[in-house]
Each structure stands twice: as C-alpha cells, then as structure tokens.
C-alpha cells in the first residue's frame, strides 16, 4: 500500500554541491535505462525493488537524491508527486516542471490518478474480486513502525479503500492479484491483504501464516508492484503506462505458468 502524503513542493531548494562528475554521469544513465515515459512535463520510472524513493535514516541512495541530476538549464529539478513503498518496484510518476508539480498534486489529491498494483499472495481470497474498508494507524515499536487496522475514531486512524481482483490461482495455495487502492495510505495493500488472511508473498513485515512455505525456486521478496498508472496529463490527454513484472515475480510467474498477459478485471472497479 502506499501513501499519497504529497512530498513538499520544495522549489528553491539549495543545490547540494554537484559531486563527482562521473557519478552524476552513471546517475542519469541509470535513471535513463529505469524510464518508461519522458516528455517535456513529466517522467514515469520504473523503481527497482530495494531502492528507497526519499531518504530517510540511514538512507543515502534514494531517488529524489537522483533527480538532483537531471536539473535543467533553468535549474528546476523534477520532483515526486507520489511515493511507493521501498520494496514495492514498479510505476512511480515524476513531474519535471514546476507546473506539473502542482497539476498532479491536485490530481492525487481528488484521487483522479489510477493506480493498479499487481500482487502474488498466499491462499485464494473469497470472493474473488471484492472491497476492503478498514481504518489504518501507526503502530510504532522499537524496532519498526507498521500499520494496523484500527477503529473509526482512534487517534490517528485514516480510512482506507481497496478493490481486488483474483486473475489467476495456482492449486489453491497461491492467487495472482490485482488491487486497485482508491485511498494511499502507508502500506494500505500490504496490510490490507494480511487483514484478509492473504498477506503478500515475501511480505517481511506484514506476512504471517503458520505452516506456509515459500514455493521452491522462488526469491523471498516482496512479490508486490505497481504495475499500471493512469492519471491526466498536466497537459491534456492521459499518461498510460505498464511496469514490467521486475525479475523476481517474473521468475516466480514462469515457475508457476502464469501468463502476464492475461486479462485482468480490476479495470473494472469502481473508483471509490
């Protein structure tokens, strides 16, 4: 699940010195070689799992310290409009002008962005497309911060909404899902899918299940990505694009005969 806490608009930032050419030169290859989609206002990666999106403590490589590469003649830097979650891979969504910045942030906020998430969980939810509304809280403790299903009207408690939909099983152990969040909160999929007894496969935090074994062959990672986003472009029109499954689900698809293109039904969820 992810958070649409929109990242400050910070635009006269001071420039932190530019550091070693060369590593600025690697830094934009390697946000070239993760872009799905540039044109003059905005830019969609497709964030590698493991690769935190902001910094946070002890985080030093993230990819907002990135896009301090990619200034333009007129020193303005694109900006996140939206976050995912460290070890969620998949869609994330750049605004390169000051006047995307704002246009998209409105648009997260009035939740005219589209998100699709595809996801790989244990058992088999029924029924096999339905809505999930619970209240989720902050639960800190000592060695981690995770979020809870809480009650209408604790403190710090936010509704949160998300669709499902079951695209493919595998001998009832396994269910290829597609989730459309219609609220972001932090970690809303994750915690929602082990609210309904079917936590995300190499979910570290989240996953939960006694007697569960990961199937031979496949990597204990989060098998959770963001895998289509579609939102109004700043300009007119529509951004549409499609993730690739990164290289663990799409090992975990093959070992299982998944075909990734299949159809799938979320796109027929209601919007709230």
């Avoid at 902001?54 to 200034?71: I, W």
């Avoid at 995770?146 to 079951?166: I, L, P, Q």
């Avoid at 290289?247 to 919007?271: C, K, T």
Wanted: hydrophobic content about 40%.
């Amino acid at each position: 699940g992810q958070a649409v806490r929109i990242p400050p608009l910070r635009l006269d930032q001071p420039r932190p010195p530019a550091g070693d050419a060369k590593v600025r030169d690697q830094t934009r290859e390697f946000l070239k070689s993760i872009t799905l989609h540039e044109d003059a206002d905005v830019l969609v990666l497709n964030k590698p799992m493991g690769l935190a999106v902001q910094g946070g403590s002890g985080t030093t490589r993230h990819l907002d310290g990135m896009l301090e590469t990619l200034r333009d003649a007129q020193g303005q830097r694109p900006r996140l409009v939206h976050r995912l979650d460290k070890d969620t891979a998949g869609c994330l969504l750049v605004a390169k002008t000051r006047f995307a910045a704002s246009a998209l942030a409105k648009t997260f906020r009035s939740r005219a962005a589209r998100k699709i998430y595809w996801a790989l969980v244990a058992g088999v939810p029924k029924p096999r497309q339905g809505r999930i509304s619970t209240f989720l809280a902050k639960e800190e403790r000592e060695d981690a911060s995770f979020m809870r299903v809480a009650r209408h009207g604790e403190e710090g408690a936010s509704h949160a909404v998300t669709y499902y939909a079951v695209i493919d099983t595998a001998a009832r152990q396994l269910a290829w899902l597609s989730l459309k969040p219609v609220t972001g909160r932090t970690h809303q999929l994750r915690a929602h899918m082990a609210h309904i007894g079917h936590p995300i496969v190499g979910d570290a935090k989240y996953f939960s299940k006694e007697n569960w074994q990961l199937p031979g062959g496949m990597q204990n990672r989060l098998h959770l990505v963001a895998r289509r986003i579609v939102v109004p472009h700043p300009r007119g029109g529509t951004i549409d694009i499609t993730a690739p499954l990164p290289p663990h689900m799409r090992q975990s698809w093959n070992l299982i005969g998944f075909d990734a293109d299949r159809y799938d039904p979320i796109v027929e969820a209601p919007e709230e």
